[in-house]
């Protein structure tokens, strides 16, 4: 079985601090994904990478950074936190179609 | 603009029936379309997918359909179970490496 392991289930964090968010995967993948979800908006993706220190903006990158130095390790960086930034955040990985998604970290600014 | 639509409100149903849920999409031409389902606090698990040259997909209970035409997939679970209960995500992808998730919908299974 996949799995896709974040470092915190839940955090609390005050505004201006940075911010680290990091996920794992076993299962040897090229792609992985950070996304946030927020109560009626669905998932929205803020970087993918397809390979070891490449990275793509998604959707919503603004105020978050990401490093990924190797395959298996993803990490999402809030350079400066900031209240709108209190969210769910979920990593995912894949192969190919289907992405298999850690349990998420949802994240407290305050 | 790109959108995709599930319904916001939750889908109640008694246990036994069949629970249809719909995903519509404007503006996307995609390859694929994906159908998660997610349990509270927990990330979404994939359940399904289906092609554009594809009608319907079945697996166990679950059945999808997607009509390019219409813009619009159709997610079936037969034979309901309070286990059902969670919330069910549509989700596009156009070619490439990014997906874009519909909201959800919640669905209830009484028994």
């Known amino acids: 079985d996949v799995k896709v392991t974040q470092s915190s289930r839940y955090l609390v964090k005050r505004t201006g601090e940075k911010v680290f968010l990091e996920c794992v995967q076993d299962m040897d993948h090229e792609n992985m994904f950070w996304y946030r979800q927020d109560p009626g908006l669905g998932l929205r993706l803020i970087y993918f990478s397809y390979d070891v220190k490449m990275k793509e903006k998604g959707d919503i990158p603004e105020g978050y950074s990401v490093s990924r130095e190797k395959k298996e390790r993803f990490s999402l960086i809030l350079e400066s936190a900031s209240t709108n930034q209190t969210s769910m955040y979920l990593c995912?990985?894949?192969?190919?179609?289907?992405?298999?998604f850690g349990p998420g970290t949802r994240l407290t600014v305050t | 603009s790109q959108k995709i639509e599930q319904n916001s409100e939750a889908l109640n149903i008694q246990e036994g029936k069949t629970a249809t849920l719909t995903c519509n999409y404007t503006n996307y031409s995609p390859a694929y379309l994906q159908w998660y389902r997610q349990d509270p606090g927990r990330g979404p698990v994939f359940l399904l997918l289906?092609?554009?040259?594809?009608k319907e997909k079945r697996k166990e209970r679950l059945k999808v359909t997607f009509d390019t035409t219409l813009k619009q997939s159709l997610f079936h679970i037969t034979a309901s179970q309070p286990a059902d209960s969670a919330t069910y995500l549509c989700?596009?992808?156009?070619?490439?490496?990014?997906?874009?998730f519909g909201a959800g919908t919640r669905l209830f299974v009484k028994a």
């Open positions: 995912a990985s894949s192969s190919s179609s289907e992405q298999y």
């Open positions: 289906i092609r554009e040259n594809e």
């Open positions: 989700a596009l992808n156009t070619g490439g490496f990014k997906t874009i």
